[in-house]
Every structure is written in structure tokens, then in C-alpha cells.
């Protein structure tokens, strides 16, 4: 019981990230809620056993030691036996003290689970933590423009982003590249709002981030990271998790897009095959394609790949590839790559060095009229 509901719950915090920007928290805290109560039940139910046992044990015990000095007496009294009582009254109160620590240990362990649930709503109330803060505009579907205006941002005192500007248009294809550490993934990580900037304002379609509503940026935005999180459920569920009223017809679509079709069909169980904690029955091809499946599923109008294709083949990283350019021109895609090659058919290139913009353009005049994209460039062509 016990290791089941702990496997879930270790699940849920590998891949909190994911959780956050699939916007699954309420679905996992209803399903971890009612985990929480089974295993509240089952614990109180064993323990009721337990106690119930121990002190019917315990009343045995007692009752055989109140009738043994009942005999004693009678046989004190009868002169058929001597100062033994002595014995009999200090084993009797060695029992009578057994009981009363038992009554002390009940009282132990109320209060130790009283500690662990004051505790927990620490963090559950937000009283231990800061919480998130977000607006009360709610929006159903963005458009898919993004404006970056004079954002500066730090995870400590320093500055990882340093006065970034630009704009993206709605259902255009942009490729981030630079060095790594310049601030690609700080990028996304801010339109996601998981962080807060120090400086600056982030727009979606005019509207600063800071007006919108959680469920406005978690619906409107899937990122797809370096090594997705995969459900341990079957192909179906990791895909009806983030909208269950799909249709099965519109997930075959969907995985059509993605190129997944053909693997699905090839496994004994098709959609309900079960792919193991992470999708350890997954190569890292196989995940990516399943996790852009899950984005085109959930229908945002944002989608966000981080480094998908980096630690992938060519023949994998063309897959991946393929599935991206049909799905160009009807979702707003943002695409960090360490490949050059995996972003040059991108509408634009955003070029980050040191936390700065220094180019934001189409990899054909980058390439003319860029030095620092051209040494970036020649350095992965050498």
C-alpha cells in the first residue's frame, strides 16, 4: 500500500516541472488528495487493529494479575502462605505501570502526527513558502504574440538576462541560439512565469503576464524540455491526462502528426501499451515525439521546445524535425538549439550572448550580416 502511493508521490515531484507547465496541478492534487485520504485510512485502520489488540493483551494481563492477588490473599489469609505478597504486589505494580506507558505512548504518537500535519499545512496553506502570484484576467485562447520589454532577471544578485527586447509574432517559428549559460532557457522559464523578473514587463497579445490568470499561461503554453516527463500510464492516458475529453480518433491524429503512429501501432496493446515510470519503455526520440503529441493534445497556442533534439541522432533528430514543420504556421513556436542546423528554416533566429540580444533575424541575413552567428555557425560546421 504504502510503496504504491509513495511511488506516486516521488512521481508527482520528478516531475513537478512539467506538472506546472502541462497546468495539471489541480487534476494531481485532487488525484494525490485522494491518495493522501486512502493512506490516512489504511493507516488509521491498522493502527485501530493494533491498539485494539495491545490492549485486549493488556487487559489479560491484568485481569490474571487481579485474580492472582485475589488467591494470594485468600491463601495469606488461610495461612497457607507467607510473605511472598511482597513479590506478588510489586509484579502487579510493574504491570499497572506497563499499562499507563502504553497510555503514554498512544498520547506520543497523537502528538507526533499532529506535528507532521501542522507541518504539512505549512506548505499546503503557503504559510512556509511564498506563493505564486498571478492576476485575475482570464483569457481562453491567446493569439500567440510575445513582446520581451527591457527584462532584466537574476537567480541571485546577478544579472542572467540584461535588458532583452523583442517581439514575437503570432504562429511564427523562432530559434533561440547561443553558448550555453547566456539565458535560452531563463527565457522560457520567464514565459512561463516560473520566475518573477527583477526588471522589465512580458507581454502576451499587449497584456502583461502579470494580469493574467494561472490557468490563462498554463493552458496557452506546453514546453517540451531536453528529457520530457513521461506518465507511468499507457500511451492513451499520458495524452487524455492533459484533455480527457479527446477523442481517440483526434490522438491517432495528433500522433500522425508527430510520427508516432507507426511505432503505437506496431506494440501488442497499440494506445493502452503502458510505458513504465518515465517512459522507461521510450527511447529519447520516441519521448520528444510523444511529448510535441501531448502539446498538439492540450491545443496550446505556445509551444516551447528546450534542446530537444541535442543529445539525439540525425535520423531521430529528423523526425523530430519533420513533426515540427507541420505543425509551423498554426502555433507560435519557440525552439532553443545547440544545433544551428535544427533552427535555419525557422521564420527568425534570436541570438543571446551574455544574457543580451544581439541578433534577431532569419539565419539568411544572420549569416551575412552577423559576426557572432557566423562564428557559431562556422564553429559547428568545423
Same mark, same amino acid.
Given at each position: 500500500?504504502?510503496?504504491?502511493?509513495?511511488?506516486n508521490?516521488?512521481?508527482?515531484?520528478?516531475?513537478?516541472?512539467? $506538472?506546472?507547465?502541462?497546468?495539471?496541478?489541480?487534476?494531481?492534487?485532487?488525484?494525490?488528495?485522494?491518495?493522501?485520504?486512502?493512506?490516512?485510512?489504511?493507516?488509521?485502520?491498522t493502527?485501530?487493529?493494533?491498539?485494539?489488540?495491545?490492549?485486549?493483551?493488556?487487559?489479560?494481563y491484568?485481569?490474571?494479575?487481579?485474580?492472582?492477588?485475589?488467591?494470594?490473599?485468600?491463601?495469606?489469609?488461610n495461612?497457607?502462605?507467607?510473605?511472598?505478597?511482597?513479590? !506478588?504486589?510489586?509484579?502487579?505494580?510493574?504491570?499497572?505501570?506497563?499499562?499507563?506507558?502504553?497510555?503514554?505512548?498512544?498520547?506520543?504518537?497523537?502528538?507526533?502526527?499532529?506535528?507532521?500535519?501542522?507541518?504539512?499545512?505549512?506548505?499546503?496553506?503557503?504559510?512556509?513558502?511564498?506563493?505564486?502570484?498571478?492576476?485575475?484576467?482570464?483569457?481562453?485562447?491567446?493569439?500567440?504574440?510575445?513582446?520581451?520589454?527591457? +527584462?532584466?532577471?537574476?537567480?541571485?544578485? %546577478?544579472?542572467?538576462?540584461k535588458?532583452?527586447?523583442?517581439?514575437?509574432?503570432?504562429?511564427?517559428?523562432?530559434?533561440?541560439?547561443?553558448?550555453?549559460? !547566456?539565458?535560452?532557457?531563463?527565457?522560457?522559464?520567464? +514565459?512561463?512565469?516560473?520566475?518573477?523578473?527583477?526588471?522589465? %514587463?512580458?507581454?502576451?497579445?499587449?497584456?502583461?503576464?502579470?494580469?493574467?490568470?494561472?490557468?490563462?499561461?498554463?493552458?496557452?503554453?506546453s514546453? +517540451?524540455?531536453?528529457?520530457?516527463?513521461?506518465?507511468?500510464?499507457?500511451?492513451?492516458?499520458?495524452?487524455?491526462?492533459v484533455?480527457?475529453?479527446?477523442?481517440?480518433?483526434?490522438?491517432?491524429?495528433?500522433?500522425?502528426?508527430?510520427?508516432?503512429?507507426?511505432?503505437?501501432? %506496431?506494440?501488442?496493446?497499440?494506445?493502452?501499451?503502458?510505458?513504465?515510470?518515465?517512459?522507461?519503455?521510450?527511447?529519447?526520440?520516441?519521448?520528444?515525439?510523444?511529448?510535441?503529441?501531448?502539446?498538439? !493534445?492540450?491545443?496550446?497556442?505556445? $509551444?516551447?521546445?528546450?534542446?530537444?533534439?541535442? %543529445?539525439?541522432?540525425n535520423?531521430?533528430?529528423?523526425?523530430?524535425?519533420?513533426?515540427?514543420?507541420?505543425?509551423k504556421k498554426?502555433?507560435?513556436?519557440?525552439?532553443?538549439?545547440?544545433?544551428?542546423?535544427? !533552427? $535555419?528554416?525557422?521564420?527568425?533566429?534570436?541570438?543571446?550572448?551574455?544574457?543580451?540580444?544581439?541578433?534577431?533575424?532569419?539565419?539568411?541575413?544572420? $549569416?551575412?550580416?552577423?559576426?557572432?552567428?557566423?562564428?557559431?555557425?562556422?564553429?559547428?560546421?568545423?
Open positions: 500500500m504504502h510503496e504504491k502511493y509513495s511511488s508521490f516521488g512521481e508527482l515531484i520528478r516531475g513537478i516541472k512539467d $506538472i506546472k507547465v502541462l497546468n495539471l496541478k489541480n487534476v494531481l492534487i485532487k488525484k494525490t488528495t485522494k491518495d493522501q485520504k486512502a493512506i490516512i485510512k489504511y493507516d488509521s485502520e493502527r485501530l487493529k493494533d491498539e485494539k489488540v495491545f490492549f485486549l493483551t493488556n487487559f489479560l491484568n485481569i490474571f494479575d487481579f485474580f492472582f492477588i485475589l488467591l494470594s490473599i485468600v491463601l495469606i489469609k495461612n497457607l502462605l507467607n510473605g511472598a505478597n511482597l513479590l !506478588v504486589i510489586y509484579m502487579y505494580k510493574g504491570k499497572a505501570t506497563g499499562f499507563v506507558d502504553s497510555i503514554a505512548d498512544i498520547y506520543r504518537n497523537f502528538k507526533n502526527i499532529n506535528l507532521s500535519i501542522e507541518r504539512l499545512y505549512e506548505i499546503v496553506d503557503g504559510n512556509k513558502y511564498s506563493k505564486e502570484v498571478y492576476g485575475n484576467r482570464e483569457i481562453k485562447e491567446l493569439n500567440g504574440k510575445i513582446e520581451f520589454k527591457n +527584462i532584466y532577471f537574476g537567480y541571485d544578485k %546577478s544579472n542572467v538576462l535588458g532583452v527586447n523583442f517581439t514575437i509574432n503570432p504562429n511564427e517559428t523562432i530559434g533561440l541560439v547561443g553558448k550555453s549559460g !547566456v539565458g535560452k532557457t531563463t527565457i522560457f522559464n520567464l +514565459i512561463n512565469k516560473l520566475y518573477m523578473t527583477n526588471k522589465g %514587463s512580458i507581454l502576451f497579445d499587449n497584456i502583461n503576464i502579470n494580469e493574467l490568470t494561472e490557468n490563462t499561461i498554463r493552458e496557452n503554453i514546453t +517540451i524540455t531536453q528529457n520530457p516527463y513521461i506518465f507511468n500510464m499507457s500511451i492513451k492516458d499520458n495524452l487524455k491526462i484533455n480527457p475529453n479527446i477523442t481517440d480518433k483526434e490522438i491517432e491524429e495528433k500522433c500522425r502528426l508527430c510520427k508516432l503512429d507507426e511505432y503505437i501501432n %506496431s506494440l501488442d496493446k497499440k494506445y493502452d501499451t503502458l510505458v513504465g515510470e518515465n517512459g522507461v519503455i521510450l527511447s529519447g526520440g520516441l519521448k520528444q515525439r510523444l511529448a510535441i503529441a501531448r502539446a498538439l !493534445v492540450k491545443n496550446s497556442k505556445i $509551444i516551447m521546445l528546450d534542446e530537444t533534439t541535442s %543529445s539525439l541522432d535520423e531521430t533528430q529528423d523526425y523530430i524535425n519533420d513533426s515540427i514543420k507541420k505543425i498554426n502555433y507560435t513556436i519557440l525552439i532553443i538549439a545547440h544545433r544551428l542546423s535544427t !533552427v $535555419i528554416d525557422c521564420d527568425k533566429i534570436l541570438v543571446i550572448d551574455d544574457g543580451k540580444v544581439v541578433g534577431f533575424d532569419t539565419h539568411k541575413n544572420l $549569416i551575412k550580416n552577423n559576426k557572432y552567428y557566423q562564428k557559431l555557425y562556422k564553429k559547428e560546421l568545423l
